[in-house]
């Protein structure tokens, strides 16, 4: 089952989402805020993080930049979470390090293709 790290502070966004990826087969662990995500990439090991980028402690470009210049974290995919959807943010989340990004709300279908494609590259 992969292990996915979902690193997002807002409580009713993280239960549904959680919620709906355990059902689709994925073993979810949280973290509520970018340090906490860095630090449970490093101690979970998860197979993919998807990461909110507008969180407390240390926002989600920033916890990215990390976890990408860390070896131990490196390889693991970031797919970035944002309610903002212009091309900037996008640019702007790929260029922190992020292997993909989606948009809130969250359309389930579509951010489980993406996860399935990351999952295809791990294997």
């Not at 997002?8 to 973290?31: Q, T, W």
């Not at 990215?64 to 979470?81: E, F, Y």
Request: proline residues 6%; aromatic residues 4%; hydrophobic residues 45%.
């Amino acid at each position: 089952m992969p292990k996915v790290l979902l690193v997002e502070d807002n409580e009713m966004n993280r239960d549904m989402l959680s919620r709906r990826l355990m059902r689709n087969g994925y073993d979810v662990v949280i973290a509520v805020n970018g340090q906490e995500g860095i630090d449970m990439a490093a101690s979970e090991r998860p197979d993919l993080i998807l990461m909110d980028m507008s969180l407390p402690v240390l926002d989600g470009w920033e916890a990215t930049r990390r976890l990408k210049a860390d070896p131990a974290t490196s390889s693991i995919p970031v797919i970035a979470l944002t309610a903002h959807a212009m091309d900037t943010d996008r640019e702007k989340a790929l260029a922190a390090g992020c292997d993909d990004f989606d948009t809130k709300p969250i359309e389930l279908p579509r951010l489980l293709e993406k996860m399935k494609a990351f999952a295809k590259h791990a294997s």
